[in-house]
Nanobody, 119 residues
Framework: QVQLVESGGGLVQPGGSLRLSCAAS????????LGWYRQAPGKQRELVAK???????YYVGSVKGRFALSRDNAKNTVYLQMNSLKPEDTAVYYC?????????????WGQGTQVTVSS
């Protein structure tokens, strides 16, 4: 069982920056693919970025070049550095941990943290 707790959300002006953190409890943190998703009002939850156990990263096109994802396996924490924020980045951001072991998937979510980009 893995528990995820996000922090770092808040209100920021357009062009500003925020860093989200997701702290995980449980074992084998380094074996999980960690992702950040977001859900804006009236919209479906969407993938923002993910980092694999190898350290490779993937970003959706709308955040590429503005957001940076990193993980610290020693601290069981994943970070999302968000720069040049836009109003359309406003959403609840969720942390996800996923892995598959012997055809069994393990999929965990945090409770979410609100990010509001507004002047």
């Amino acid at each position: 069982q893995v528990q995820l707790v996000e922090s770092g959300g808040g209100l920021v002006q357009p062009g500003g920056s925020l860093r989200l953190s997701c702290a995980a409890s449980g074992s084998d943190f380094s074996s999980y693919t960690l992702g950040w998703y977001r859900q804006a009002p009236g919209k479906q939850r969407e993938l923002v970025a993910k980092i694999f156990s190898t350290g490779s990263t993937y970003y959706v096109g709308s955040v590429k070049g503005r957001f940076a994802l990193s993980r610290d396996n020693a601290k069981n924490t994943v970070y999302l550095q968000m720069n040049s924020l836009k109003p359309e980045d406003t959403a609840v951001y969720y942390c996800n941990a996923y892995r598959m072991v012997l055809l069994t998937s393990y999929d965990y979510w945090g409770q979410g943290t609100q990010v509001t980009v507004s002047s």
